[in-house]
């Protein structure tokens, strides 16, 4: 099994910017998409970008040129670059590991904690 642990959230201003980190244990890490998705109170998972073992990578409309993914296989770990942050970014962020090259969350079947990313306005 995949265990993931997210770091890195806080509260920042409007225009800022946030790295999260994903660390992940088990020897599986470099075989799989890791994704990231958010959540703000009220609305429905959406999904922000994924990033395949090669470094091959997807980002969804609302945060393309704005948020980068990456990730080193070396460490286990992955990474969301978040800048120019939006007041509409407000949500709980959660890392995912997936098999499948997918912006579905039902084909994530590791998920993190979450971490709490709040901008101010």
């Known amino acids: 099994q995949v265990q993931l642990v997210e770091a890195g959230g806080g509260l920042v201003q409007a225009g800022g910017s946030l790295r999260l980190s994903c660390a992940a244990s088990g020897r599986t890490f470099g075989s799989l998409v890791m994704g990231w998705f958010r959540q703000a109170p009220g609305k429905e998972r959406e999904f922000v970008a994924r990033?395949?073992?090669?470094?091959?990578?997807y980002h969804s409309d609302s945060v393309k040129g704005r948020f980068t993914i990456s990730r080193d296989n070396a460490k286990s770990t992955a990474y969301l670059q978040m800048n120019s942050l939006k007041s509409e970014d407000t949500a709980v962020y959660y890392c995912?590991?997936?098999?499948?090259?997918?912006?579905?969350?039902?084909?994530?079947?590791?998920w993190g904690q979450g971490t709490q990313v709040t901008v101010s306005s």
């Open positions: 990033i395949k073992w090669n470094g091959v990578t």
């Open positions: 995912a590991a997936s098999i499948s090259w997918s912006s579905a969350a039902g084909d994530y079947t590791y």
